[in-house]
């Protein structure tokens, strides 16, 4: 607590090192978040730029295909991407209802039946959701951290207005001079947690966009496959 008739703060470091026990924890926890959080904004900016290199060689190799059989010895040689396995999960489970795969093979029918359809279907959807599932993985916290984090600075503000008021009623001064000092440390505390928070949302919504973005681009690519099956006349 910042003593009534001790010395005034004249800086935010100041302040903080004049402060309260209370404050000093709600802003270890606030630091805390706030390393967290701004390790998973890279991270996850890291991994959304290593998947679009990966979605821009992996559409470059299948465009310059003609069929599937050459998109498949062409996606054999990329690196494991969302799209990569996407296709490597559909031709494996093609090839396992349809001995021979995309070879016609000898006395087998030419068509899937309507069964076997709707399993490949299954099979690419699941594969989209759990591709969905590991981009946005950790993404949450971010969300978390950005409700959370106003309301421990609120609590923390809550806590030093508190203490102030107490000083205050102990020393019997009742100045300005004597209020703002303890007004000051207590707003400290909702400064931190909007700071933690601003980025920490903003992050949220990119990442989240970006992860809907891919996920659409799956089920767009999943269809594609399912049409270009049929045109090949392979299902």
């Known amino acids: 607590m910042l003593q009534v008739g001790g010395a005034v703060p ?34 996850k900016m890291w991994q959304f730029r290593r998947v679009r290199r990966a979605a821009d060689a992996f559409f470059r190799a299948v465009a310059h295909a003609d069929r599937l059989d050459e998109a498949k010895q062409a996606v054999a040689s990329l690196p494991a991407s969302p799209y990569a396995r996407l296709f490597r999960e559909g031709m494996h489970f093609f090839s396992e209802i349809r001995p021979g795969g995309l070879r016609r093979a000898p006395g087998r029918p030419e068509a899937l039946t309507p069964t076997q359809l709707e399993a490949l279907r299954m099979v690419l959807d699941s594969q989209v959701d759990a591709e969905h599932d590991q981009l946005g993985r950790f993404v949450p916290w971010l969300a978390t951290f950005g409700s959370v984090s106003p309301l421990l600075g ?11 008021f107490i000083g205050i009623a102990t020393s019997g001064a009742g100045n300005i001079a004597a209020v703002a000092p303890g007004v000051a440390e207590a ?10 928070a601003i980025p920490a ?15 659409a681009e799956l089920e767009g690519f999943a269809r594609e496959l399912i049409v270009t099956l049929a045109r090949e006349g392979h299902l």
């Open 10 to 43: 004249t800086t935010e470091l100041e302040l903080i090192a004049q402060s309260s026990l209370a404050t000093r924890i709600v802003l270890a926890v606030l630091a805390v978040f706030s390393a967290v959080s701004w390790f998973l904004i890279f991270a």
């Open 201 to 215: 949302v903003i992050a949220f919504n990119i990442f989240t966009a970006r992860q809907n973005f891919v996920a």
């Open 154 to 164: 609120l609590l923390g503000t809550v806590l030093g207005v508190m203490d102030a």
């Open 187 to 196: 707003l400290v505390t909702t400064v931190a947690g909007l700071a933690v």
